[in-house]
T-cell receptor, first 114, second 115 residues
Framework: GEDVEQSLFLSVREGDSSVINCTYTDSSSTYLYWYKQEPGAGLQLLTYIFSNMDMKQDQRLTVLLNKKDKHLSLRIADTQTGDSAIYFCAESPTNTGTASKLTFGTGTRLQVTL | GEEVAQTPKHLVRGEGQKAKLYCAPIKGHSYVFWYQQVLKNEFKFLISFQNENVFDETGMPKERFSAKCLPNSPCSLEIQATKLEDSAVYFC?????????????FGQGTRLTVV
């Protein structure tokens, strides 16, 4: 079955870069996602990457995918206090596109300090 | 609507009572998903629908849980005879189609507390 793992906690200073890591086991994963959850709120999709890509950049966010090692990372440049939240990586299998269920990681709580 | 609307935001039920949660997907979205977020942030997939048809129900508990998506009505998730372990935040998400981009939009969730 699918398994997605993340470290539980990351603390960074405002202005520094944050790197949140994720490993997954399902080799048929086609889409890999990063979601942000603020306290008491739903999930906000930050970015996603197809498994045939190595990197995707979107403003302050950079996603790196190492398909061989099944490792996904999210780098947030110039981290701000508003970035404090829980970040979830998620994957979905090939073939079923948007109808497929997401398997989420355990979430990484990012704390941004002044 | 332009966002996934879940009601109620909070629901408190005594053990053994019924709980019913509602989700209005984004207009034009064909797929609806239900997830359960329990302690330690773990998300568990429950069920998905393609329009009013069940698409994938591999995550649904065999007993007490049921869900529907009927035409012209919000989708619903019903839990009969709630148990303490059903306490969680239940999220609904919707997405547009199999062919287009893969984004699933999530609602704000319904927090169910069973006492």
């Amino acid at each position: 079955g699918e398994d997605v793992e993340q470290s539980l906690f990351l603390s960074v200073r405002e202005g520094d870069s944050s790197v949140i890591n994720c490993t997954y086991t399902d080799s048929s994963s086609t889409y890999l996602y990063w979601y942000k959850q603020e306290p008491g709120a739903g999930l906000q999709l930050l970015t996603y990457i197809f498994s045939n890509m190595d990197m995707k950049q979107d403003q302050r966010l950079t996603v790196l995918l190492n398909k061989k090692d099944k490792h996904l990372s999210l780098r947030i440049a110039d981290t701000q206090t508003g970035d404090s939240a829980i970040y979830f990586c998620a994957e979905s299998p090939t073939n079923t596109g948007t109808a497929s269920k997401l398997t989420f990681g355990t979430g990484t709580r990012l704390q941004v300090t002044l | 609507g332009e966002e996934v609307a879940q009601t109620p935001k909070h629901l408190v039920r005594g053990e053994g009572q019924k709980a019913k949660l509602y989700c209005a997907p984004i207009k034009g979205h064909s797929y609806v998903f239900w997830y359960q977020q329990v302690l330690k942030n773990e998300f568990k997939f429950l069920i998905s629908f393609q329009n009013e048809n069940v698409f994938d129900e591999t995550g649904m508990p065999k007993e007490r849980f049921s869900a529907k998506c009927l035409p012209n009505s919000p989708c619903s998730l019903e839990i009969q005879a709630t148990k303490l372990e059903d306490s969680a935040v239940y999220f609904c998400a919707s997405s547009q189609s199999r062919v287009r981009s893969t984004e699933a939009f999530f609602g704000q969730g319904t927090r169910l507390t069973v006492v």
